[in-house]
């Protein structure tokens, strides 16, 4: 297992709470995610998993809680935050690349516009991922032209781009076709053996027991139990954990 | 149908002015309407207030009535003057502000419209990536947006090429206004010239129209 620095965590989160109107969707959440961590969460859907996610880059707002990133509280709006979300990078469900731009193009957009990185320069860089990803005979292709899968892959390598001291995965294979699950997995496992900070949502088990450093299950807004993935996976402490499992293991 | 033929360049003259009415009130409202969408979209408060009021205020104003307090109020009274001696070239200008900034509140609606068809995930993967605001409007929405309103934004500048016949009402000489003058010089031949300005806004119109639908299905962004 990966050496994680317990003094100086990535990530923090104290207190976060968080409602969606009358419904209480983080309940004093606390969290941290050292550097080199992956920590995997799962739980039931609504359990507050992806809004746990984006808060983290902001996405979503908190009404209490401290959330520190790379030691300093995250900014609440402007320029500050924008920097900020450029350090962190996001991959989501449905992908959200850019309709309107080549794939390269959206590798490029952000060294471009956020770090005013020389065209060339950022195209180099960005077939250089997009070779990583496997995609590179996709780089002038528009979005809507690729499989999910592929799309997905493009999506990660557009995080990359931004050499992000942590990336977040909200649930990426969920939107996926069956068959093109594993070589999003793929490219994610690569990622995590780099070294790579993450905090993945997923439904994915046996990526969670392959990848992960830490488990962290959440039920109804809570986290109900955190561990190492051969400890939640054998023996769950909580009879919440164990019923999830069982629902989940057993086809 | 000789009158017609008399009159050709005078005609055409009149139709000259009504094409630069168009092209430059059209150019205007386009990048008005485009900045007062993105204040109606905005973060601020205040910015969509100020675009929600103007745009309700314009919009729901007669055009004639905005030309003559353009050409009145704000040429007469206010002292609004492009030329101090050219007193037609004066009516243009001001003629050019009415039309732009009534044309620019029904863009405006037009393309928040498009902005709407955007997938809010385009704008949170912006985000996501460190764009600004601004940039994420800029780069990604808007672009998105345009594409899909080239055809109603056709359809505005085709209502525009037609509404410039109002800056008649401040005596300026595009074609509706050149138009009854002949009728006054021409008394036997009203058929042949009306016929005449009508087929003018026709051949100004219907490329207009067939370009702007080539475009839309060109520039379609595909999901």
Known sequence: ?251 | MEAVVDELPVILGAFWLTVKLTVVSGVISLIWGIVLAAMRVSPLPVLRGAGALYVNVLRNTPLTLIIVFCGLGLGTVMNVQFSRDDLSLNSFWLSIIGLSAYTAAFVCEVVRSGINTVPLGQAEAARAIGLTFLQTLRLVILPQAVRTVIAPLGSLLNALVKNTTVAAAIGVMEAALRMKNLFDAHGDAIIPIFLGFAAGFVVLTLPMNLLSGRLARRLAVVR
Do not use: W
């Open chain 1, 1 to 251: 297992m990966t050496e994680i620095s317990g003094s100086d965590p990535l990530v923090r989160l104290e207190g976060v709470n968080k409602h969606f109107g009358p419904l209480h969707v983080l309940k004093d959440i606390g969290l941290s995610v050292g550097r080199g961590e992956v920590v995997v969460v799962i739980g039931p859907s609504g359990s507050g998993k992806s809004t746990l996610c984006r808060v983290i880059n902001r996405l979503e707002t908190t009404d209490t809680g401290t959330i520190v990133f790379d030691g300093r509280e995250l900014p609440a709006e402007g320029r500050a935050l924008a920097r900020l979300r450029s350090e962190v990078g996001m991959v989501f469900q449905s992908f959200n690349l850019f309709s309107h731009k080549t794939i390269l193009e959206n590798v490029t957009l952000g060294p471009t516009r956020v770090r005013k990185i020389s065209r060339q320069q950022a195209e180099q860089r960005g077939m250089e991922l997009l070779e990583r990803v496997g995609i590179t005979s996709q780089a002038g292709k528009y979005p809507a032209q690729l499989s999910g899968g592929q799309q997905q892959r493009a999506a990660i390598a557009r995080a990359l781009a931004m050499d992000p001291k942590m990336i977040l995965f909200d649930e990426p294979t969920s939107a996926l076709d069956p068959e093109m699950v594993q070589e999003v997995l793929d490219v994610m496992t690569g990622l995590a053996k780099d070294g790579m900070t993450m905090m993945v949502v997923t439904h994915e088990m046996g990526f969670a027991r392959r990848a992960a450093n830490r488990i962290v299950f959440m039920a109804d807004g809570q986290i109900v139990e955190e561990g190492s993935p051969s400890e939640f996976f054998t023996q769950p402490s909580t009879e919440r954990a164990r019923d999830f499992l069982s629902k989940i293991l057993t086809h």
